[in-house]
């Protein structure tokens, strides 16, 4: 039962473009949500979050946007840089399994073309 | 301030061994989380400690497993009799609050079972 979704395994984008990846959700009680970047043979790394009163978070290039009644969140990278090509994770947790539970998304691969 | 450390990064075992894997949390972080990636997956939780207690250990598997995170020294956790299925990369991330929010990871552990 996967609750926590990203249907996109991987994304090209060209340098300088916006990145969009999606995550979608199905445990309404899900209270807060996470972006992690990761390298390879690296461990994640926290990027951005965002709580279930707030629809939106912003933190230099990097946007989440959190569509509650559409359980589904989005982050944006503006402009995308090279640097920026790694997998990223969502991550949700709350809905009473404990807030420090991180239900992860498989991830999506992202690639920044120059 | 040094990271999340992790030893060893891989680690070989035959089936039927004893795999034993090291997590040393970021300093003044007392709270543990071990978390599991097969192939193709997203990461999931396997178990919460703080200092000589378990807290969560709901995504442990019933049997072979075991995790324990001493008053001094780095947490354990230990893969008895292992079996191809365990082979995954093992992370560990640390926290400074209970909730858990801020979860910083290290670079995790490759299992492989031959």
């Known amino acids: 039962d996967q609750q926590v979704k990203q249907n996109s395994p991987s994304l090209s984008v060209q340098e300088g473009r916006i990145s969009i990846l999606n995550c979608d959700y199905t445990?309404?009680?899900?209270?807060?949500f996470l972006w992690y970047k990761k390298y390879p043979a690296e461990g994640p790394t926290f990027l951005i979050s965002i709580s279930s009163i707030k629809d939106k978070n912003e933190d230099g290039r990097f946007t989440v946007f959190l569509n509650k009644s559409a359980k589904h969140l989005s982050l944006h990278i503006v402009p995308s840089q090279p640097g920026d090509s790694a997998v990223y994770f969502c991550a949700a947790s709350g809905g009473g399994s404990g807030t420090y539970k991180y239900i992860f998304g498989t991830g999506t691969r992202l690639k920044v073309l120059a | 301030n040094a990271g999340v450390m992790q030893n060893p990064r891989h680690l070989v075992r035959r089936r039927g061994q004893e795999a034993r894997l090291r997590c040393s949390p970021m300093?003044?972080?007392?709270?543990v989380y071990w978390y599991r990636q097969l192939p193709e997956e997203g990461l999931k939780f396997m178990v919460y400690l703080q200092k000589e207690n378990i807290i969560d250990e709901s995504g442990m598997p019933k049997e072979r497993f075991s995790a324990e995170f001493p008053k001094e020294g780095p947490s354990i956790l230990r893969i008895q009799q292992v079996v191809r299925g365990d082979s995954a990369a093992y992370f560990c991330?640390?926290?400074?609050?209970?909730?858990?929010?801020?979860?910083?990871f290290g670079p995790g552990t490759r299992l492989t079972v031959t």
């Open positions: 445990n309404s009680m899900f209270d807060y």
């Open positions: 300093k003044g972080h007392s709270h």
């Open positions: 991330a640390s926290s400074p609050l209970p909730t858990g929010d801020e979860q910083y």
